[in-house]
């Protein structure tokens, strides 16, 4: 899930640039080109990450696998920040890590477990990777929702954008009974699973987290696949399981969401927070559903009806509206946006 995750994106109003670029414009090294070329990473890496979850888990256990690829994951950015920052790299203290922890738990073993979930069911069940791509476009409209309830007064303009929505998913999951019709409970599970993503992505700009989004990002894939692993042994999903029986293209979708998904997109995500402008930045909350319901319709014969049509391009305008018309907010000294993981 883009997101790791198979992301959750953050609300526009999440802060201005931080770090090298901030109130300088941009680097001397990110020139129009390379800031681009990172956009397009997590468009369409992001996007295709829904799809990858789909192939992984035609022969590999849900959980487990996701289990498998946020545990290498975490394991192999932790081991490039030590080697690049030296001994402390990792160091945080209680508070920090049992944040983290909490954030890991919410964003991947909840939100992106959720997911996974919905879309390993079997024919006529399974929920496609690109409708649960588009549910999952709600989290910025979910995050405005809690800000309100928690006191904030989000703009007029947010609110409708939120309103359309809304309402482009009641269009997209109600039940028409016609072929390609969206499964009703594998959906309300990707909306359960979008729900525990905004909680968490809401709690991280609010808690003491580690100040660097890296490290971070180490401790909550780190949790999140703890949370995983014995989520898959209490389901009995390894009970039996024979890694001989997973397919080639199977292990070559977990390999590719564990490197492009859980690596390179999200430091790609990482840069661009960095030195570019978070309105640009947050497109990919609306570019990434495009780019997951074409894969899928490409490379998996997922079913693009007039209702996927008509319900995913109001959902895509809501979030549209919504990210265009927050007013960004520079975030508390010491902190960043904090990215969305799939």
């Known amino acids: 899930m883009s997101p790791p995750p198979p992301s959750a994106p953050p609300p526009a109003d999440a802060g201005t640039r931080t770090g090298p670029g901030a109130g300088t414009g941009r680097t001397a090294a990110a ?13 369409v890496l992001w996007g295709s990450t829904y799809l990858g979850i789909r192939i992984a888990v035609e022969s590999m256990p849900p959980l487990g696998s996701a289990a498998a690829r946020f545990a290498v994951a975490g394991l192999v950015l932790a081991i490039v ?7 402390g790299a990792l160091r945080v203290d209680r508070r920090q890590l049992g944040s983290a922890a909490l954030v890991g738990v919410l964003l991947l073993a909840c939100g992106n477990g959720l997911v996974v979930l919905a879309e390993s ?11 649960a791509a588009l549910l999952v476009a709600t989290v910025p409209l979910l995050v405005v929702l809690l800000r309100t309830v928690t006191g904030d007064r ?6 409708a954008g939120v309103t359309v929505g809304f309402v482009g998913l009641v269009l997209l999951v109600l039940p028409t009974g016609g072929a390609g019709a969206v499964p009703l409970t594998g959906a309300l599970t990707v909306v359960v699973a979008a729900t525990c993503w905004s909680i968490g992505s809401f709690l991280s700009g609010r808690i003491r987290m580690p100040a660097d989004p890296f490290v971070a990002t180490v401790y909550e894939m780190f949790a999140g696949a703890a949370a995983l692993a014995v989520l898959a042994v209490g389901r009995g999903e390894l009970r039996g399981f024979d890694p001989g029986t997973v397919t080639t293209r199977s292990w070559l979708a977990l390999a590719y969401l564990m490197v492009a998904g859980s690596l390179v997109a999200f430091t790609a995500y990482v840069w ?7 309105s640009l930045v947050s497109t990919y909350a609306y570019v990434n559903p495009v780019v997951a319901v074409a894969l899928g319709a490409l490379f998996a014969a997922e079913s693009i009806t007039a209702q996927v049509l008509l319900g995913g391009a109001v959902i895509v305008a809501g979030v549209a509206l919504v990210v265009s018309t927050e007013r960004p907010r520079r975030p508390a000294r010491g902190t960043a946006p904090e990215p969305s993981r799939r």
């Open 81 to 87: 920040l030590r080697v690049r920052r030296g001994r």
């Open 272 to 278: 661009l927070l960095h030195h570019a402008p978070i």
């Open 154 to 159: 989000p703009r007029s303009w947010t609110l």
């Open 31 to 43: 020139t129009p080109a390379l800031i681009w070329t990172a956009l397009l990473l997590v468009y």
């Open 121 to 131: 069911g079997p024919a006529g069940v399974a929920v496609p990777s690109g409708i």
